[in-house]
């Protein structure tokens, strides 16, 4: 059955914009409901095959599950899952042909199914290369018929592409949020600008800290606020160099010097996005050490805790008797600590000793 010019408009775009409605798909599956005139409609989305893996389900029409639990009896589609995965992909099935086997089971099925109300379901698998599994699944009061199941059979190859393209938005969104807490925690920051220095995107570390402590706002579309005269042309310069020469070396700049940031100015390689930028400029975030930075050095190198906290007032630049001071160790207390520390560590002094305790999780925020 071919999708008529109206289903294209009533269907298919209410699919390829559902992936941004809560709940997903949500008209998309309503108007299949009406276009069908079924009583229950449901698309079920699962990631992956382990055990423990993630399962939306989206409906349109009465609470099945509500309806269930009402008549003190278990959902049979909830029942019926265990058979999904055996049924072909895109062929269109009735779950009674599953079960045809086992009279028993058919009957008790069927018993079930017509106290909540349903006479007759399909059901239709659809799976994607991006690990992913999916069913689309109509019920109604009356017997459903051949073109219900030729509706359902047009749909799925564009349900499919609406589910890929969820997927690949979903990964994406994941990948975003780990950058950026990443670089958060090391203390970095970034923001695109376009050829005239103007903000495309930032990432949320920079933002809030932008906002916070340089009394601006990082929006896109307008200039960096919160720059003194030279910087800012300093800034413009270089994205109108790196707009025109996208060969060009990244380079160093002292954004602000209260507080202090520096950023390296590199040159975007995505000059055909919509917005196009044209460099990227990754900031230093002034930072404090995590105040668990101790107890993680004391676990990674398996150190006391009192040579940890050592080890780390040494690396911030201390001397052993100003470590000693505010640690309220004697001072051949404290270089008693740090003959043991440096042995363990295998260092030959605080400059080893602070290249390692840098280059390890302790300073992370």
């Known amino acids: 059955m071919a999708l008529t010019s109206n289903d294209e408009t009533d269907l298919l775009i209410p699919l390829f914009q559902g992936s941004s409605e809560n709940p997903r798909f949500s008209t998309f599956l309503e108007r299949l409901r009406r276009r069908s005139q079924a009583d229950y409609v449901s698309l079920i989305l699962r990631m992956g095959d382990g055990s423990h893996t993630a399962i939306a389900d989206s409906y349109a029409g009465f609470d099945?599950?509500?309806?269930?639990?009402?008549?003190?009896?278990?959902?049979?589609?909830?029942?019926?899952?265990?058979?999904?995965?055996?049924?072909?992909?895109?062929?269109?099935?009735?779950?009674?042909?599953?079960?045809?086997?086992?009279?028993?089971?058919?009957?008790?099925?069927?018993?079930?199914?017509?106290?909540?109300?349903?006479?007759?379901?399909?059901?239709?698998?659809?799976t994607g290369g991006d690990g992913y599994s999916a069913w689309l699944l109509m019920a109604r009061a009356r017997e459903c018929t051949a073109a219900d199941s030729a509706l359902l059979s047009s749909l799925v190859?564009?349900?499919?592409?609406?589910?890929?393209?969820?997927?690949?938005?979903?990964?994406?969104?994941?990948?975003?949020?780990?950058?950026?807490?990443?670089?958060?925690?090391?203390?970095?920051?970034?923001?695109?600008?376009?050829?005239?220095?103007?903000?495309?995107?930032?990432?949320?570390?920079?933002?809030?800290?932008?906002?916070?402590?340089?009394?601006?706002?990082?929006?896109?579309?307008?200039?960096?606020?919160?720059?003194?005269?030279?910087?800012?042309?300093?800034?413009?310069?270089?994205a109108a160099e790196m707009a025109q020469d996208r060969t060009l070396p990244a380079r160093p700049m002292l954004l602000r010097s209260d507080p202090r940031v520096e950023a390296l100015l590199v040159p975007a390689d995505d000059a055909e996005a919509l917005a196009a930028p044209a460099l990227m400029a990754l900031c230093t975030l002034p930072q404090p050490h995590s105040n668990h930075g101790a107890e993680r050095l004391a676990e990674i190198f398996n150190l006391a805790r009192r040579e940890a906290e050592l080890a780390m007032a040494l690396a911030d630049g201390q001397s052993i008797a100003e470590a000693a001071g505010r640690m309220g160790l004697t001072l051949e207390t404290a270089r008693n600590y740090s003959k043991r520390l440096y042995a363990k560590l295998g260092v030959r002094g605080q400059a080893e000793l602070v290249k390692l305790v840098y280059e390890s999780s302790a300073v992370m925020g």
């Open 64 to 126: 099945m599950r509500q309806r269930a639990l009402e008549s003190r009896i278990e959902s049979p589609f909830d029942l019926d899952r265990y058979l999904y995965d055996s049924l072909r992909p895109g062929r269109v099935y009735s779950i009674g042909e599953l079960i045809d086997h086992d009279p028993i089971a058919r009957s008790d099925r069927n018993r079930r199914m017509a106290r909540l109300g349903i006479g007759d379901e399909r059901v239709v698998r659809i």
């Open 157 to 238: 190859p564009y349900v499919a592409i609406a589910l890929e393209n969820l997927v690949a938005m979903g990964r994406d969104r994941l990948s975003a949020r780990v950058n950026a807490m990443g670089l958060e925690r090391t203390g970095k920051g970034w923001m695109l600008l376009d050829a005239d220095a103007r903000v495309v995107a930032a990432d949320p570390a920079l933002t809030r800290f932008w906002q916070a402590h340089c009394g601006a706002a990082l929006r896109p579309g307008e200039r960096v606020l919160g720059l003194d005269l030279a910087a800012e042309r300093k800034l413009a310069a270089a």
